[in-house]
Each structure stands twice: as C-alpha cells, then as structure tokens.
C-alpha cells in the first residue's frame, strides 16, 4: 500500500475500521500445514490397516541421568528422531521429540520464556514388567500411576489406578516434517498423498497477494492426543468460545475449522468461533469425576487443534468408574504446529486444584498487583486534555463513584511516538498525575511497540543506533504501517532489546512519568496494518537468526515482561508493577494482566465474555478482564448497567469504549441507571479484601480467581458444560444477566447445599434449578454455606483510602452449622509482603464458635506491616444459618474477654426466612491482626 493511500486510509476512522474487519474475515482460513496434517490424519482414520509409520528403534530405549530416552524411526522415509520422556517432580511427565540429525537447529527456545525453569529433575519411578513391545514405569506418590510405551508401532499410555486417561499416537496421526535443503525441497511428504509440485511445498503459505518463501520446506508437526473417558475438555485460549470445547470435526454445533492459535488483531472479533484471537496458551485442561488431567503444548508458532469426541461402550468396565455396559465419551484432540519441535507437558490429578498447582510451579504463578489493580478503571479512547481528565475525576466524587484509575490512549502522545507527550493537550502532565495522587488515584498511559520510524524521536534513533529492531530476511530493518504510520518494531526476544527497552520507563527517560503512572501494552500480537492478517510477516528475522514464524506467539508475551520489569527497576526500593496486556502467551501470568480485546457493545459480546474469562483463568492466567460496556458501539443504557454488574464480578474492572462512541462516564445516563451503576461499583469495592485474597491464592497455589462450575463442584455432572454462571472463589456463585429486557433468570444449585442470596440473606438449598428474580438494578449472587467472607462497608472514593477501615465479616453456615474463611492483606504496593510484612488471617466457625487464627509463621513483633494496621478492627459479624438463639455471645482474646450486643434482623421482605437466621453482632476490641475467639452461648 502507498503512502498517499495509507494517508487517506487513516483519515477516516470509521473507514479504517471497516477495512480492518475486512481484512481479518478474509484471513481465517485454515494454513496449508494444517490442511496437510488434517489430510494424514483423514487417510490414516479412512484405512482401517493403516499403521503408524513411527516405531522405537529395538533396544534404543535408555535411562540415563533420570531421563528414560530413545530413537524413533519413520519407516517411511527412515528418517531418525530422538524420543525423550521426563518425570517430573512437580508430579508431572514431559515428552519431547526432535529430529535426530536436523538440516538445522529447529526452535527450542519457547522453554526459556514460557517456564520459571527448566525442569528437568525429576521423581522416584520404577521400571515395572510388561509385556514384549512394551516398556513401562510406575511413578506418583503413591506409585498409582503409570506410563507404558508401546515400541512399534510408537504409542504412549497413561494411566492412574490402571485406568487410561491420556494416550499419545493412539490415532497414529503423529507426523514430523524435516527440514530440506533447496533441492531435495521439491519432494511431498508421500504419506500425505498430496501433490508434490514444488509450488505447493516449497511455497506452501500465500496470503494475500505475498509469497511465504519457506526455503527449507515445510517443517510443521502433528500429534494426536486422547483423553479416554473425558467427555468434556477446556481451554487452549483465546477464542469467543464455550467453556466446554466444541468438536471441530462432525458432532452436533462443531465448527467446520479447528481451534486456531496465532496471536492476531481482530477488530469485532466472530462470536461462537475457533477464530485465533490476541493470546495463546495451549494449555488444555480435561475432568471427569474423580479425575482431573490437562496437557501443555509448548509451541509459540501458528498451532491449529482438532477435537472430536467419541462413544465407547464399557462393557468391560475398562475405566472402572462406570456400570458395566454404560456407553461413555471420550475426546480426542489433534495438535498441529508450524514449527518447532514436540514438547509436551502432562498433568494428573484427583482434583483440578491439583493440576493448576503444578502448571503454576512449571510456568510461574500470577504476579501479585498492587492493590489499586483491582478497583474500578475509566478509560477511553481518548480523553481529550488534561482538562477533560480532571472533569472525568471530578465527576466521579460528585457522583459520588469509587474509582483507582483514568487510562489515557495513543491520542495523549507527540504523534503517536510512546513516552511522550502532546502538550498542547497536557501542558503538565506531572501535575496532572499528582493531582490524581492527592486522591489516592493513579494514571495508565498506553504503550505500544510500533516504534515511529523519525530520526528525531529518540527512542527509534536509539533503538537503531543499538541494532534492536526485527529485520528483513535480507538484513535490513523491517517496515511496516501501525498507527504511528511508518514503524519498525522492536525484537523483544534480544536480551539486549529487553534491558534497553526497561531502562526507557525511569523516570528521567519518561519525561512527565511519576510514580503513579503506569503502563498499557497494546496492538503487541504483533499488529501490523499494512501486512496480511495484520500481523508480522513469517520470514521476518529475530534475535538468533529464528523467523518470526517460529516465535510468533511469544512476541507480545517478551514485549510484556520487558515493560513490566522496567516499572520494577524505576524505583528503589522496587514497587510493585501494573501493565495491562492484549497479547498472551504462558506464562504471561508473572507480568499483570490481559483484557479479553476490541469487543462490542451488544448482548452477545456481554454473554460470551464469562466463558472466555473463564477459560483464560484455568489456563494459568487468572488476572482478567473484558470491556465494560464494549469497545465498539454504543450500549443502551440497560445493557451498560448488565455489564457493570458482569463486570464487577470479574478479576479486573475496567470501562472502556472507542473514541466514535458517544461518552458514556457512568452518571450521564442519568437515574435510575446512574444509581444501579453507583451501586454494583460500590459492591465491587466492599468485596475488594475477598478479590486481594484471591489473587494472593492465585500468587501462591495457581487457582483461578472466578472458577467455573467444575472446578468447585467437580462431581456433579450436570455442570461441566455450564459457563453461564460461576464462583469468585469457592464462595460466591455469580450469574450475569446477558439478555435485553431479562428480570428473572434459572440459576443452577448444586449438591443439596444451602444458599443465600448476597443481597437479601434469603435461604437457598440445591440442587436445582430455580427462577430467580432479577430486576435491572440486580444481579443474582449467592453466598455459598460453609463460606466466610471479608468485607468492608465504608466505601470511600478509591481503594487507597480504605486500607485502615474496619471489616465485617458475614458467615454463611452450611448444613451442618460450620462455615471457613481467610483474610490476605499487605501495603499493597511494595515487595515487602516476600519478607513477612503481611497479614493472612484464617476464620473458621464450628460448634458455636468462631476463631480467627494466623496463617501466617511470621511474629507479629516482627511484622511491620502487623504493627502499622494493629488498629484496624473488625466492626460487624452477620451470620447467616444459625440454628439456635444465642443468649450470650462473649469474645475472647489474649488479654481480655469481654460481651457483644448482638440483634437479630430481617433484612426486607424475605420468602422462607425465619428473622432468626440473620444475627448481627456489633464489634468492638477485636484487632484483624490478632487472634481471638467468639463463643456462642445457648
């Protein structure tokens, strides 16, 4: 495209955008790898005598170092690949295949980004007598689990308690194209049975009108994996998707394409689609009852999956937790890469709490935010000055919101050259950050890494001057269109690119940046206007001499990590950082947050957005969030109000909309809209202990913050397709309202367990569905018995000004008048929480008492932040369920015991509630930091 076109281009938004959409819709067929490997798999599934070319080579199995290895041979084209198999101590199994004598190296270095290590100790096992063809290992804690290798034709099988819940090869679709010099480059693989013309091998990619030399020829891998007796598989983000993945090839509602894993700008991105979207973990979980297992597919090139599912009749009890003769699901799924090599990653478990603490040792926890990440954000693109930023906070305290942050889009910039300022619209930009920091609020100024190709922007000068930039397979510096116009992009994956790029966030490098701005890395899939898929070509070149290809999933994941460790280094001591992502990849957890993208404002966008945050929580990345009110379009007001009370409920809160939209900060809809909004917001920031303790048991055990039905009530059959409604923790049960003119909605109870409403304290037992009422200035929330959660009542203008309030408790008792929660509290800003400086409070209530004990090893003497929060009391208990009257309630702490008034109270007109379930007790002397118990006597 010319430079003149591309001038018009950008003139017209609305134009560009439709271009943009354009653009994408015509780009999502499948890549002729993926047809290839799909076409082996459809000749080898069409011959019932079909045999997998692959075998281990007789007596080449080894054990060596704890590393059980081998050779394996395609009998096809004898062509040699090293097998190696790693027990981990994390109690998971690794897998990994390379060419044995590869024309050249092929990339191997995803390890490095995506892992926190290498893991390659691994766990007591034994070698176990098989059969002849066969070599298997015992391993797991309990010496329960097993790996059997099949020599000829090469398969692997695992099993638990002898039952098979994960078989590689099975289908025998593994298929490893090796890498050819020029020449030899014009033959096919011939078990692919397709043509072998040199057009269609060699140069087997075209987009658009643009050629994809592949001078080595196609270099791409298939393997299918088979999860024997899961009739239901998740995850492998990012698509607008169901929970529960949808078959790919036939089934009732499959799609016509696989699951598409290539980071990429969509712009109204399809909806109930296995379109590729902006992240990509490849991380897929599978459960049943009794049984969790997932697999992580540690490729960073474009990466299709197939899945399928079958029936099997169990006549021979084979799985042994169904009656005999009972016909049962399996899945099985179909991994194909563009590049690389097979490095496969296998998790087991009872439970998936289980499976997400071993991922999260593999590849990092998520990050702890600073606390203000977890309040309420505005944003838009863009606010107009800095006048206009200051209404926009002003109008939040005369209405009387609570808010943490104002975002500003590419418009604050010089021209859209990042880290600077247009300062005819903000003169002083310190100022303007101080005056938000004199409320307790902070500032995020976008960030993207299309550099401006200007000699006098000082970032692309040195940037060049420093050899940073991604190249051109003939070594000049790559040329692109983003919205700076003419750019290059910075190679991310150069340790050089990472340390210099870091050093650009200190605070003399940032002219105008404080300490209280922080950081939104956008368009980092890359996006890039002026090539096809409006992403970076394939041949490109990076750090190493690897094409783009290779890593293309990693860049905005290594673009990530480079501004999050720059907000790391700009002070001293260290704070903690914030950067907002739009690209991801695994790993991305250790570096902040992601936003689900450019959705619109419309019910479907509202509705796919829960199913789509749940799926990134349990693939590793919990920290998330869609746009409230969507990107694009302009949301009726009802529909805005569903979103804020969606939006409340989900890990990071952020209003956001695109700069042709009407305005729509929340108070100019008017009342009632104005209040329902006032209200849900201020609902989010009485919850903020809860969401803090949640993201601290994220940062320390990998469980998601909102939790799909599964994972909480992980026997009950009836939810595993269900992503409609949700868990924030174990605790409270969520259903959005995802329909224009809805006021009452089915939620499902499971188990038999007693419910309350979280707004009305009314009594609920499962397990069913029951029709609920939900009024426009509701959300259906349920508080779960057995659960204690942390509040506090007094709702200030922003998280900040909160952190010496008092706490009210409220304890929902289960059936069996029990109920367990905890408390996480730190300053919120610094590391000094790694040191001990932190608070972690467990409560439990059981047989007339409730105790709050420290679990934490650390002495309060010694705890700094113990001491400067001494003061902070809980002011309220309401418990809810209890089946007796109290006569007397006494506490009892360390240095005294002493009564508390106590009331009973209904709270509204509530149906099937006795007044006596809702007791209200006023505290008083009870430090959050101390321990203590309340007796409840008869």
């Keep these: 495209m010319e430079n003149i076109q591309l001038t018009n281009f950008f003139s017209n938004t609305v134009n560009f955008f439709k271009a943009f959409f354009e653009t994408k819709r015509r780009f999502q067929t499948q890549s002729s790898f993926c047809r290839l490997n799909r076409a082996y798999a459809d000749k080898a599934l069409a011959n019932p005598s079909f045999v997998s070319p692959y075998s281990l080579i007789n007596d080449s199995i080894i054990i060596k170092d704890g590393i059980i290895s081998g050779c394996l041979i395609n009998s096809k ?123 269609s091998i060699q140069n087997a990619e075209t987009s658009g009108d643009k050629l994809d030399p592949k001078l080595n020829g196609p ?26 993945l949808k078959e790919t090839r036939g089934g009732t509602g499959a799609y016509s394409d696989p699951y598409r894993l290539y980071n990429l700008d969509i712009f109204g991105y399809a909806i109930d689609s296995p379109q590729a979207l902006y992240g990509s973990i490849p991380f897929m979980m599978a459960h ?88 309420y ?18 109008g939040f305290d005369r ?74 397979a003939s070594g000049s510096v790559y040329d692109g269109i983003c919205w700076s116009g003419s750019s290059s992009w910075i190679d991310f ?12 966030f200190a605070f003399d490098q940032y002219k105008g940046s404080t300490e209280v701005l922080f950081t939104w890395n956008d368009m980092n899939e890359p996006s890039v206007f002026s090539s096809p898929e409006l992403t970076m070509p394939k041949d490109l070149i990076h750090h190493g001499g690897w094409e783009h290809r290779d890593l293309h999933n990693i860049y905005g994941f290594a673009y990530h990590k480079a501004s999050t460790q720059g907000l790391i280094n700009r002070t001293e001591p260290p704070r903690r950082p914030f950067v907002l992502s739009r690209a991801f990849f695994v790993g991305s957890q250790r570096y902040g947050p992601i936003w689900t993208g450019d959705n619109v404002a419309n019910w479907d ?38 979103w804020y009370q969606a939006g409340a409920f989900q890990p990071f809160f952020r209003g956001h909309a695109h700069r042709d939209t009407k305005r729509r900060e929340p108070w100019l809809f008017g009342d009632p809209y104005t209040s329902y909004i006032r209200d849900i917001i201020k609902e989010r920031y009485s919850l903020l202990p809860l969401w803090y303790t949640l993201l601290y048991e994220a940062s320390t055990n990998g469980m998601p913050i909102i939790r799909p039905m599964f994972v909480v009530c992980s026997d009950d059959e009836n939810v595993y397709e269900m992503d409609d409604q949700f868990f924030v923790g174990n605790s409270l049960l969520v259903k959005p309202i995802v329909e224009e003119g809805q006021t009452s909605t089915e939620v499902y109870f499971s188990g038999n367990e007693i419910y309350y409403d979280y707004f009305t304290f009314e009594k609920i037992r499962g397990s069913n569905k029951i029709r609920i009422k939900a009024p426009l200035n509701k959300i259906p929330v349920f508080l779960r018995g057995g659960s204690i959660i942390p509040k506090r009542q007094k709702i200030r203008n922003c998280s900040s000004a909160m952190h010496l309030d ?75 369920g209890l089946d007796m009257k109290p006569s007397r309630i006494i506490a009892h702490t360390a240095d005294s015991d002493f009564e508390l008034q106590f009331d009973l109270k209904c709270f509204g007109t509530l149906s099937g509630i006795n007044t006596s379930d809702v007791l209200v007790i006023k505290v008083t002397n009870l430090s959050i930091t101390e321990d203590w118990t309340i007796e409840f006597l008869k």
């Design 399 to 472: 209405h009387d919101i609570p808010y943490d942050v104002i975002w500003l889009d590419i418009e604050h910039t010089d021209g859209k050259r990042y880290f600077t300022w247009d300062l005819d619209k903000f003169p002083d930009p310190e100022k303007m950050q101080k005056d938000l920091m004199n409320k307790g609020r902070k500032m995020v100024t976008i960030i993207d890494p299309h550099i401006k190709r200007d000699e006098n922007y000082y970032i692309y000068k040195e940037a060049s001057d420093l050899d940073l930039f991604v190249k051109k």
């Design 806 to 880: 008092p706490f009210t408790l409220v304890i929902a008792l289960n059936e069996n008048n029990e109920a367990t929660g905890s408390l996480y509290l730190d300053d919120g800003e610094t590391y000094d929480y790694e040191k001990g400086y932190f608070v972690h409070r467990q409560f439990a209530f059981s047989a007339g008492k409730l105790e709050s004990t420290s679990l934490s090893s650390f002495d309060n003497d010694k705890n700094i932040y113990a001491k400067l929060i001494n003061s902070v009391h809980v002011e309220q208990i309401i418990v809810l």
């Design 288 to 375: 049943r009852k009794g049984a969790s297992t997932a697999i992580l597919w540690l490729n960073a090139s474009e990466t299709w999956v197939d899945v399928t599912k079958c029936k099997e009749n169990n006549k021979n009890n084979l799985f042994g937790l169904f009656n005999s003769g009972k016909s049962i699901n399996s899945t099985n799924t179909h991994w194909i890469s563009e590049s690389g090599i097979v490095d496969v990653f296998f998790f087991f478990g009872k439970t998936s709490s289980e499976i997400f603490h071993q991922y999260g040792l593999l590849t990092g926890f998520t990050s702890l935010p600073q606390y203000f990440g977890i309040g």
């Design 605 to 642: 966008y509202l509705a796919i957005s829960t199913p789509m945050l749940l799926t990134i929580g349990i693939s590793g990345l919990p920290f998330s969030g869609a746009d409230v009110g969507g990107f694009s379009g302009d949301p009726k007001p009802e529909l805005l109000v569903r």
């Design 77 to 199: 084209n004898n062509l040699e690949f090293i097998f190696e198999l790693y027990i981990l101590e994390i109690g998971a199994v690794r897998i990994r295949i390379n060419e044995k004598n590869p024309l050249k190296p092929r990339y191997d270095k995803v390890k490095d980004w995506a892992l926190v290590q290498d893991p390659l100790i691994t766990l007591e096992y034994n070698q176990i007598p098989s059969k002849a063809g066969v070599t298997s290992f015992s391993f797991g804690k309990e010496k329960n689990q097993t790996i059997s290798i099949y020599h000829s034709p090469f398969r692997v099988e695992f099993l638990i308690d002898d039952i098979p819940t994960i078989i590689l090869n099975d289908r025998g679709f593994l298929n490893f194209e090796h890498l050819r010099d020029e020449e030899s480059n014009i033959e096919s693989l011939s078990e692919t049975n397709q043509s072998s013309s040199k057009n």
């Design 493 to 504: 994956t150069n340790p050089l690119a990472q340390e210099w790029w870091s050093k650009k």
């Design 219 to 244: 270099g791409s891998i298939g393997l299918d994996i088979s999860f024997p007796g899961y009739s239901h598989v998740y995850g492998i983000p990012q698509h607008a998707s169901s929970l529960s």
């Design 377 to 394: 954000h505005q944003c838009r693109w863009n606010y107009l000055d800095q006048k206009d930023v200051a209404e926009v906070d002003e």
